[in-house]
């Protein structure tokens, strides 16, 4: 039979069992981190320029469940053509996306981790004909809805994390001025390298 001392612990310790794990500190005294924001620079080529793109890309994150994460990113650029009078200035890409990340990391605290996902969204390019030798001065835009998957690595501290990542994006549907480029679907649009900064809490 239990003494009065050890029925006088039980509600401290049914407490303690009771505690959400999410607000428990981690072994090494570091709390698990949910959030992230950062900014990449990618440089990649893209369509319908056929060309090379330089990016500045501002992205966030935040967990879901276990080790799924939500991610969305946003990014601006000019564009080099290959064929016509490689302007760096003269063509533009943006885009625009969100969807899931996957993250498997060596310890808690996330000293290693690999990283996957696939996005959804938007991408929009300006060039014009100019930049082409036969071509007339028009600018045309292009505006194509893109799946875009991804793999990286994010690496670091508790909070200060690099981002390594390579993505392409596939063409869902797509609408340009010029007909001239490829399919409407199933095109791939683009692809990049990028690496960044991010910081988590």
């Known amino acids: 039979m239990m003494t009065q001392t050890q029925l006088a612990r039980l509600p401290a310790l049914a407490a303690l069992i009771a505690a959400p794990a999410a607000a428990s500190p981690l072994a090494n005294g570091e709390h698990e981190s ?5 900014g990449l620079v990618s440089l990649g080529g893209a369509e319908p320029i056929d060309g ?6 501002a992205e966030g994150g935040h967990q879901l469940a276990g080790p799924w994460w939500l991610h969305a990113a946003a990014g601006y650029g000019p564009s080099i053509d290959r064929f016509g009078g490689h302007d760096l200035t003269a063509s533009t890409t943006i ?19 690999l990283i996957g996902g696939a996005d959804a ?6 060039y014009p004909t100019s930049l082409y030798p036969s071509g007339d001065a028009v600018t045309y835009h292009d505006v194509a809805l893109v799946i875009v998957p991804r793999i990286g690595l994010d690496a670091g501290g508790e909070h200060v994390r690099v981002r390594l990542a390579v993505g392409t994006a596939v063409t869902v549907a797509r609408h340009e001025d010029a ?10 649009e683009g692809i990049d390298l990028a690496a960044g900064v991010a910081y988590q809490w």
């Open 179 to 188: 007909m001239q480029f490829g399919p409407t679907t199933g095109h791939v």
């Open 52 to 57: 090379y793109t330089v990016m500045a890309s």
């Open 34 to 38: 949910e959030t992230y924001v950062g």
């Open 121 to 126: 969204g938007v991408q929009y390019a300006a």
């Open 95 to 113: 885009c625009a996306q969100a969807g899931a990340e996957l993250r498997t990391c060596t310890r808690h605290g996330a000293a290693v981790c």
